[in-house]
């Protein structure tokens, strides 16, 4: 993968600096006592009888304290004489076996001893009704063997498109519960459907299945829980776009625009569902998404382990290392992608044989006239923005936006990056 390094080895690196970027913190303090005082309030008792199985739906996104929320879900329902069972919620995710599902729960912290239950896995599915348009609508056979089903997800903008309702609650239903099958069906019509497709199998699922609550969580720009609610199944589909508003203007963002080239660390499938968000980079897979944010190239450095190999989204890239090229999962990547329908991001970047040709590649096919004007960010990957690198030529504006703090001095590039925060 040298082949071309004397045609980027000569590109001269900016200097760089790192920089902090200040969000609102604003979060759960006590995340246990809070979560016992959301299950208090909502009176399982009074849903659920002492005896009754309640399956709960864990995914594969990133979310926050997820071995916590699972556990105290656990709890709750124990505490009301129910017998929970976990089953894993993440469409066509871990390779569309159940033992990849398993493994990818995990990669995330929840296990059987973690969680204080049974984890039950099947790529089987049940059909409990169709769309107008002819599209079945599948859920987790085992899933369906439960007296109810209750699920945990986080509320946030989706990665494909934009709508009042995004990657939540209701994806989690229409999609995750529905295993690969379920997954295959919802993307069927594409990404432009998508929007109308979650939310009217969502429907189906609240009427046809025995749903008994859904766990919310909002996080702010720091990966900390800032909001987390049981939500009932009568009030899911209203409730879900107040919490979309909500994290949208919690997440994290980079606050310097119109960038020559970005460098993200790492891509993996717990940052984002596409290794890297689109709402964060500017780069997205499908035309549904809105994004005002714009960078010439953007470069990745490496995937991680937690990916377990699915490199989803690395063809929104322009080039990536070979370092990150030989960890591909090749069925786990193409098997996300053709599910999902959408495939500009199962493409390869340019490939490069080290970190250093991948940035110099960069620079040179972002037309900078420099290394002194290069106006370079980079970024530990697309969940953590609290700390991040900023070129020379960025240092004057950082100054002066009210939310850039304690930039230190520019150094030759390095490889190595603060701790993300």
């Known amino acids: 993968m040298d082949v071309v390094k004397d045609l980027v080895g000569h590109i001269a690196l900016p200097k760089m600096a790192p920089a902090r970027q200040v969000f609102d913190d604003t979060h759960i303090a006590d995340l246990d006592a809070h979560l016992a005082q959301a299950f208090a309030a909502a009176a399982l008792e009074t849903r ?5 199985s309640v399956a709960i739906g864990v995914g594969s996104r ?3 304290e997820l071995p916590r929320l699972v556990a105290a879900t656990v709890d709750a329902l124990k505490r009301v004489g129910a017998r929970p069972y976990i089953v894993p919620a993440m469409g066509s995710h871990g390779g569309a076996t159940a033992e990849g599902q398993v ?3 995990a990669g995330l ?7 204080g239950c049974p984890i039950r896995s099947s790529m089987d599915t049940v059909e409990v009704g169709r769309l107008e348009s002819g599209l079945a609508v599948l859920m987790d056979a085992i899933a369906m063997e439960a007296d109810h089903i209750a699920f945990i997800n986080r509320v946030k903008p989706h990665t494909s498109f934009s709508a009042p309702i995004e990657s939540g609650l209701a994806k989690m239903l229409s999609i995750g519960l529905a295993n690969h099958k379920g997954a295959e069906a919802c993307h069927a019509e594409g990404f432009g459907a998508m929007a109308d497709n979650v939310v009217e ?3 189906v699922k609240i009427a046809k299945a025995p749903i008994l609550f859904g766990l919310a969580t909002v996080e702010n720009a720091y990966d900390k829980v800032a909001v987390a609610e049981v939500v009932f199944p009568e009030e899911m589909l209203s409730r879900e776009p107040d919490l979309l508003t909500l994290a949208r203007a919690k997440m994290p963002k980079i606050l310097l625009d119109h960038i020559d080239v970005l460098v993200v660390n790492e891509m993996g499938k717990e940052f984002s569902g596409t290794g890297m968000d689109p709402n964060i980079t500017g780069r997205p897979g499908t035309p549904y998404v809105q994004s005002n944010y714009t960078a010439s190239k953007l470069v990745i450095l490496d995937m991680s382990e937690k990916s ?3 490199a989803t989204g ?3 890239a322009d080039v990536c290392t070979e370092q990150l090229f030989k960890k591909i999962d090749f069925r786990a990547f193409y098997t996300n992608h053709l599910t999902s329908t959408a495939t500009t991001g199962a493409k390869i970047p340019m490939i490069m044989a080290t970190p250093e040709m991948a940035v110099q590649a960069g620079l040179k096919t972002a037309n900078t006239q420099s290394a002194a004007t290069a106006r370079v960010v980079r970024i530990p990957n697309t969940l953590h923005l609290g700390h991040i690198m900023i070129s020379e030529a960025l240092i004057a504006e950082a100054q002066a936006h009210p939310q850039i703090a304690d930039i230190g001095a520019v150094a030759p590039w390095s490889f190595e990056m603060p701790a993300h925060a």
């Open 109 to 115: 912290g929840v296990s059987e001893a973690s969680a």
């Open 308 to 310: 377990a190999g699915n």
């Open 62 to 64: 990133g979310v926050a």
């Open 103 to 105: 493994a990818l729960l």
């Open 314 to 316: 690395l063809g929104l």
């Open 48 to 52: 659920v009888r002492p005896g009754e």
């Open 201 to 203: 199998m969502a429907k």
